[in-house]
DNA sequence: ATCAATGTTTGGTATTCACCCAAATTATCA
DNA sequence: TGATAATTTGGGTGAATACCAAACATTGAT
């Protein structure tokens, strides 16, 4: 039983988890590197700080995807992120607008605070740049290893 | 003439600018890092770089205070801090809670942003943490040396 | 006016995050 | 199976934030 906080991830791991739950299989370091235009060594640096604290399964030269709890975790990012934009939406930004400025602050944006205004605008089931799933909105009580 | 984004000073700095343009005052070492609560070598430090920048005049021992230019953008930062919890404030937080969740990443937001919502929300004249002033608003052009 | 107490700064060190490069290692496929 | 491509490891860097100890400046009380 892990509460999450939304606060226990750096900006780029952040980005990670968000990009693999969106490929939604094993991602290989280099699609990952090449994305984010960072050096591969970085990455897989990166990667293996992931797997240690539990969210990803790493087998090296193998590739990356999420354990169970990192899926949860993630699902819970892009959530975070969609509500943060669709909120930013409604304050004049365009889609795009709204997206690149919510990547910028969203990993210091805690549940607590997206749960609120998730509530608040009535649990929307799409924000500007995808669907937002609810599920996970109602209980924090999940098993963490 | 500086064209500012919003997005130049880390968080502390944030913290440390708007604390001073509340102080109104030129403002001890001491009164900084015990509100803060860190040491005041960490507060010392962080005040030259701002000093370094051309946000405050730092007299060794004496005290900082704002340069014209460093009122100019902490009004900004008082600014985007207040916009900011206003807005929460519409999705259910108390203003103790909108302040508290703004402060952990208002440094992010950028002044493009807070342009867009403080012109979506009407140029309000009052936050939940006090008022908010706009004469900074339309103008970016700064002269900043 | 001096000196002790207090406040401040400097120098050194640590951690976390995020990044790079070069070298070693593993995988893959022709 | 061996060359090429992908990946990891090891070693560094810089920014941000912090602490401690020692040096230094200021101030106030005698």
Not at 21 to 41: A, Y
Not at 129 to 141: L, N, R
């Amino acid at each position: 039983m892990t509460v999450i906080t939304g606060l226990e991830l750096s900006p780029r791991k952040v980005d990670y988890l968000k990009f693999i739950l969106k490929k939604g299989r094993t991602v290989k370091t280099t699609e990952i590197s090449s994305s984010f235009k960072v050096d591969p060594s970085t990455t897989s640096k990166t990667l293996n700080e992931l797997a240690a604290s539990g969210y990803l399964n790493h087998v090296p030269y193998k590739g990356a995807d999420l354990t169970q709890y990192g899926e949860m975790y993630a699902e819970f990012l892009i959530r975070r992120h969609r509500i943060m934009s669709l909120l930013l939406s409604h304050y004049g930004f365009s889609s795009e607008e709204a997206c690149e400025e919510v990547s910028r602050f969203e990993a210091y944006v805690s549940k607590d605070a997206v749960d609120k205004i998730c509530s608040a605008m009535g649990h929307p089931m799409f924000g500007v740049c995808g669907e937002i799933t609810h599920e996970k909105c109602f209980h924090d009580a999940q098993k963490h290893g």
